[in-house]
C-alpha cells in the first residue's frame, strides 16, 4: 500500500511538472498560405527553429484559394492574430502596416543582409516590416519533346519568333499556347508579354503613377492588341481560354500536351519531381522585336512579418531571424527554386531553369508591376485582359484602364 | 390566462437580445458602414452618401444586379417546377418515394464549394466528363465551353444550383402532394377529370401552401448565392457570371473598398426583402383562394 502511495505520488508530481513545463514553453502560432506540396521546406525549417529554440510552431495553413486574404484581414480586424504571418510580398503589408497591425523590424540586425531590391520591398512608409524570404519568377515553360516534333530547332527569342513557334506547332497539330482566363494566369499573360515596354523604359512604373505615361499608349496598345490577336490567328481558342484556370492549363503541361505555357518557377519542382519523363524548360519571355532577348518577371514570394499585437513579441522576431539566417533560407530557397533576398546570396537552381536565371543574370528581369500599381486595380487589369481577349475594342479598354489607374 | 407584463417580457427579452446582437446591431453597423470610404482594417472618413452614389454609375454593380435578378428567376423557376414534377412523379410511385428522395435530396447535403468543385472538374473543356460524354453519344456538336462562353456560363450555373437543391423542393412539394385529401382527387375522377386536368385544377391549386414556402425559400437562397460562381467562374468571363454577392466580396477583399462594399450589400438586401415580400404576399393571397 505505501509502495503504491509513494509509486502514485511520484507520478503525480511528474504530471505536474510536464504540464507546468509544458505551460512554459512559448507556442509561435503562425499563419501561412502555403499548402501542400508547397510547404517544401517549411516543416523541417519548423522543426529545426523548435530544436534551435525550444519554442514550439503551430502553422496553420490558409490556401489563397481557400481565402488566405480574406481570412487574415477578418483575423486582424477581430483582435484573433497570428505571432508571425506570411506576405505575398508586400501586398499585406501596405495594408496592415499603416493600420498598425505589424510590428517594426527595422532594428533587426537581418536588415543590413537584404539586397536593395528586397530592403525596397520590405519597406513601409520608410520603416522595415518584412522579411522577403524569396524572389521567385514567371516566365514561360516550353516542352522540348513536342518543340522537337514540330521540327523548331532553337527556343524563340523575339515576339515574331514566338509567334512562328506557336503557328508551327499548330500545323503540327500540337496545342500551342494556353492563357487560361478563368483565375489570375491571363493578366499575369499579358503582363508577360508587356515586359518589352519595361526593357525599353525601366522607368514605366514610377511614369505610370506620376500619369506620364497612359495605358492608351502605342506601347500598351501594342500589347493588348497581340493579346487579341492570338485568338483571332486561331492560335488559342479564347472562349476555351476563358473557361479555364491556370491548375487547368499546367495540368495540360503536365499531360505533355502544349507546348507552351506562361507560369510560375515554383512548379519547376514538382514537375521533376512527379513527371519524370517531361522534357522541359523555363525561360523569360520573348516579347520583343528583332535583336532582343526573352525577359522575365521576378515578383517576391513569401515574405514573414510580426503581429504588432503578438503575445510572444521576442519569440516571433526569433522566427524571423532565424528564416534569415543565410543556411536556412537556403533550404527554402532551394525548395522552392527562388533567388535569394540576401547579399551575395546564390542558390543552385535546376538546370531546366537555366535560360531563365541566365536571363536574370543578364538583367533581363523586371519587377511584378502588380506590387507598386494601385491597391484594388489589380481587378481592374484582370477584367481588361478578358475583354482584349473576347475583341472588345481595345482603345476602349485602355481608356477604361486609365480611369481606374487614376481612380485608386 | 392573462400574462403578466414581466412575464411576457422574461421570456421575449432574451430572444430579442440575440435578434439584436446579431440582426439588428450589424445591419445598423453595416449601415454606418457604408457611409465611410473603411478599406476593412483601421478607421474610415465618414463620406456620407458618396458610396451610393459611385453605385449609380459602376457599370459593374449593375450588371451584377440584373444577373442576380435573372440568376433567381431561373433557379426559383426550374427548382419548383422540376421540383413540382417530380413530386408528383414520386406521389404516385410508393414504392420508389422513400429511397428516392433520399437520393435527390443527397446533392443538398455537399457542401457548395465542394459541389463548385466537382462541377468545375465536370464542366471542364480540356477532356471534362461532360463534353466527353456528349461526345461517346454522338452528340459532339452540342459540346461546349461550359464555364468560359458568356451566352451560356451563366445558366451553367443555373443548372448546378438546380441539381443541387432540386430535392429541397422536391420534398416540400412532396409533403404537400401527399397531405392532399384523397376524396378530393377520388370526386374528380368520378367527375371524369384525370391526368392533366386533375393536376390543373384540383391538385395545384391545393398546393398553394407548399409552393409558397418552396418559392419563398429557393427565392431567398437563390438571390444571395455565393459559393457557386466564385469557384466555377469568379464572375467571369468578363461579367457575365457576376452576381451582387460576388461584387460584394470582390469590393470588400480584392478592392480594400469595405464601405462600398457594404452599400451594395445593403443595396442588395433592401431589393430581396421587397421582392420577396411581393412574391410571398401574392402567393399568400392565392392560399387564401383556396
Do not use: C
Not at chain 1, 149 to 160: D, E, H, M, R
Amino acid at each position: 500500500m505505501k509502495k503504491a502511495l509513494i509509486g502514485i505520488g511520484f507520478s503525480v508530481a511528474a504530471l505536474t511538472l510536464a504540464l507546468s513545463n509544458a505551460q512554459d514553453q512559448t507556442t509561435l502560432k503562425i499563419l501561412g498560405f502555403k499548402v501542400g506540396a508547397e510547404l517544401a521546406a517549411l516543416p523541417a525549417l519548423n522543426e529545426r527553429f523548435t530544436k534551435e529554440t525550444g519554442i514550439k510552431v503551430e502553422y496553420e495553413a490558409i490556401s489563397d484559394a481557400g481565402g488566405f486574404a480574406e481570412v487574415i484581414r477578418t483575423r486582424f480586424a477581430g483582435g484573433d492574430v497570428p505571432d508571425v504571418f506570411m506576405n505575398h510580398g508586400r501586398d499585406e503589408a501596405k495594408t496592415f502596416a499603416p493600420a498598425g497591425y505589424m510590428a517594426d523590424l527595422s532594428a533587426e540586425p537581418w536588415v543590413k543582409t537584404l539586397t536593395a531590391s528586397a530592403a525596397s520591398v520590405a519597406k513601409i512608409g520608410g520603416k522595415t516590416y518584412l522579411l522577403p524570404a524569396e524572389f521567385v519568377s514567371l516566365g514561360l515553360y516550353y516542352n522540348t519533346a513536342l518543340l522537337e516534333k514540330a521540327g523548331i530547332k532553337s527556343l524563340p527569342q523575339t515576339y515574331s519568333q514566338f509567334l512562328s513557334a506557336l503557328n508551327t506547332s499548330k500545323t503540327k497539330g500540337i496545342n500551342p499556347f494556353l492563357v487560361p482566363g478563368k483565375d489570375g494566369w491571363a493578366f499575369v499573360t499579358s503582363l508577360i508579354m508587356a515586359t518589352e515596354l519595361w526593357r525599353t523604359n525601366p522607368d514605366l512604373t514610377e511614369d505610370m503613377l506620376a500619369g506620364k505615361v497612359k495605358f492608351d499608349s502605342t506601347g500598351w496598345r501594342t500589347v493588348f492588341t497581340n493579346l487579341a490577336n492570338l485568338g483571332k490567328r486561331g492560335l488559342i481558342d479564347t472562349t476555351l481560354n476563358l473557361g479555364i484556370d491556370g491548375s487547368q492549363a499546367m495540368n495540360e503541361f503536365k499531360a505533355g500536351r502544349l507546348a507552351f505555357l506562361v507560369h510560375g518557377s515554383w512548379e519547376v519542382t514538382g514537375l521533376k519531381k512527379n513527371f519524370p519523363n517531361l522534357k522541359f524548360g523555363f525561360m523569360g519571355f520573348p516579347s520583343g522585336p528583332a535583336n532582343t532577348k526573352p525577359v522575365g518577371i521576378v515578383l517576391p514570394g513569401v515574405a514573414w512579418a510580426v503581429s504588432a499585437k503578438s503575445k510572444n513579441a521576442v519569440a516571433a522576431r526569433k522566427y524571423v531571424a532565424f528564416w534569415a539566417q543565410e543556411k536556412n533560407l537556403n533550404d527554402w530557397l532551394v525548395s522552392a527554386n527562388a533567388f535569394s533576398p540576401l547579399k551575395g546570396g546564390v542558390v543552385p537552381l535546376p538546370s531546366e531553369m537555366k535560360p531563365f536565371s541566365d536571363a536574370a543574370a543578364d538583367d533581363r528581369a523586371i519587377n511584378f508591376p502588380l506590387a507598386d500599381w494601385p491597391a484594388g486595380f489589380q481587378d481592374a487589369y484582370a477584367k481588361a485582359t478578358i475583354e482584349a481577349m473576347q475583341g472588345k475594342d481595345i482603345r476602349t479598354i485602355l481608356r477604361g484602364l486609365d480611369q481606374s489607374f487614376s481612380k485608386k | 390566462m392573462t400574462w403578466k407584463p414581466s412575464t411576457i417580457a422574461f421570456f421575449v427579452l432574451p430572444a430579442l437580445a440575440v435578434y439584436g446582437l446579431f440582426v439588428i446591431y450589424p445591419t445598423f453597423s453595416g449601415l454606418l458602414l457604408s457611409l465611410t470610404d473603411s478599406k476593412g482594417v483601421g478607421q474610415g472618413q465618414f463620406i456620407g452618401l458618396a458610396n451610393y452614389a459611385r453605385m449609380l454609375e459602376d457599370s459593374q454593380v449593375r450588371t451584377a444586379l440584373l444577373n442576380t435578378v435573372i440568376y433567381t428567376v431561373l433557379v426559383t423557376f426550374f427548382q419548383n417546377a422540376l421540383g413540382l414534377g417530380l413530386a408528383v412523379w414520386l406521389g404516385n410511385m410508393p414504392e420508389l418515394r422513400n429511397s428516392l428522395r433520399v437520393v435527390f435530396l443527397l446533392p443538398s447535403m455537399l457542401s457548395m464549394l465542394v459541389v463548385g468543385f466537382i462541377w468545375s472538374y465536370l464542366f471542364s473543356p480540356l477532356g471534362g466528363p461532360i463534353n466527353e460524354m456528349l461526345q461517346a453519344l454522338g452528340l459532339g456538336s452540342l459540346k461546349r465551353v461550359w464555364l468560359g462562353d458568356p451566352g451560356i456560363a451563366l445558366f451553367s450555373i443555373v443548372g448546378v444550383h438546380v441539381w443541387m437543391y432540386l430535392g429541397h423542393s422536391t420534398a416540400i412539394f412532396l409533403a404537400g402532394y401527399l397531405g392532399l385529401p384523397s376524396e378530393l382527387r377520388d370526386s374528380a375522377a368520378i367527375d371524369g377529370a384525370t391526368g392533366w386536368v386533375r393536376f390543373w385544377r384540383v391538385e395545384w391549386p391545393l398546393l398553394a401552401p407548399a409552393t409558397t414556402v418552396a418559392v419563398t425559400l429557393t427565392l431567398l437562397g437563390s438571390s444571395k448565392t455565393f459559393e457557386l460562381p466564385f469557384v466555377l467562374t469568379r464572375g467571369g468571363p468578363g461579367d457575365a457570371t457576376m452576381l451582387s454577392s460576388l461584387t460584394v466580396f470582390q469590393n470588400a477583399f480584392a478592392g480594400e473598398r469595405f464601405g462600398y462594399a457594404t452599400a451594395i450589400a445593403l443595396v442588395t438586401l433592401v431589393g430581396v426583402v421587397i421582392i420577396s415580400n411581393v412574391v410571398s404576399s401574392a402567393l399568400r393571397r392565392r392560399e387564401q383562394l383556396i
